[in-house]
């Protein structure tokens, strides 16, 4: 029998997930299923019940229910515990299990796709929602506590939830700020973790944010974003969050099946869609 799996969001209409769960299959040989839901904003919990109750063995979660996807969990992998958002919940002995695969997966493109290693870098990690709270954690699990002279600063509108999220990564090197505080300051590596893509919207960054050969990276993917254009047109290199969405699928993937995917195919069949 077909095994069911789905990923949930509002909107999720712009998800290329489908199509990358489907690539993975054939593949790898796995027999399942893979589609996309949008859940109402106040029915994501009915809506997991609902697929459990149908028989599926797991989901992917996406913007705006990853905080709620940890509250409804039952037991959670180590990173989870941490970032207290998931988007990868796995159905099973009528339990739901929490993951958070968006630091491996963001890790894996920028340090592997993209060969760009975050040792020793000065990073800045702007939003400190639930994409932001599993890359910041991610980072400073792997990273921080490896490598003395890397350094994360986390920025967000309400600033008071980026000190909340600096404070959950437990590293001395980790500290958060307003917008306004980066003035005068440069980074190695500036990821936006906002949803602002989604808006068209601006984040209010100073132009001389970008350190020399800066990578700018967007997890927003499938549109050139005003961050995107804003880091180009100041000199940065630039990289949208395509290669996070193949990175953090192949680890749900794998947390699902036991079966890790050749991400490098999926990823370069997708850029040329």
Not at 10 to 15: K, L, T
Request: hydrophobic content about 40%; overall charge negative; charged content about 20%.
């Amino acid at each position: 029998m077909t095994d069911k799996y789905a990923v949930i969001g509002n909107p999720i209409s712009h998800s290329k997930s489908s199509l990358i769960h489907r690539m993975f299959a054939e593949q790898t040989g796995e027999d399942i299923s893979y589609e996309a839901i949008e859940a109402p904003l106040d029915g994501f919990a009915a809506t997991i019940e609902r697929l459990r109750t149908e028989g599926y063995k797991g989901c992917n979660v996406t913007v705006p229910f990853k905080e709620q996807a940890y509250n409804l969990a039952g037991s959670f992998g180590s990173e989870v515990m941490v970032a207290h958002a998931a988007n990868t919940l796995k159905f099973q002995d009528g339990r739901i299990e929490a993951h958070n695969t968006d630091g491996v997966g963001l890790l894996r493109d920028i340090e592997q796709n993209l060969q760009v290693s975050l040792r020793g870098k000065q990073i800045l990690l702007m939003g400190a929602g639930g994409a932001a709270k599993g890359v910041a954690t991610q980072i400073a699990s792997l990273l921080l506590h490896k490598s003395p002279s890397t350094t994360l600063v986390i920025a967000n509108r309400t600033v008071e939830k980026a000190h909340e999220l600096a404070r959950a990564c437990n590293a001395t090197r980790v500290s958060a700020q307003s917008y306004e505080e980066l003035v005068g300051q440069q980074f190695d590596v500036v990821i936006n973790a906002t949803s602002t893509g989604l808006s068209d919207s601006m984040i209010p960054l100073p132009g001389t944010i970008f350190a020399p050969g800066a990578l700018a990276y967007d997890m927003m993917y499938g549109r050139e974003t005003p961050f995107m254009a804003f880091a180009r047109a100041h000199g940065a290199r630039v990289a949208d969050g395509l290669g996070m969405l193949v990175e953090q699928a192949a680890e749900a993937f794998f947390i699902w099946r036991g079966v890790r995917p050749d991400t490098r195919p999926v990823l370069e069949k997708l850029r040329n869609v």
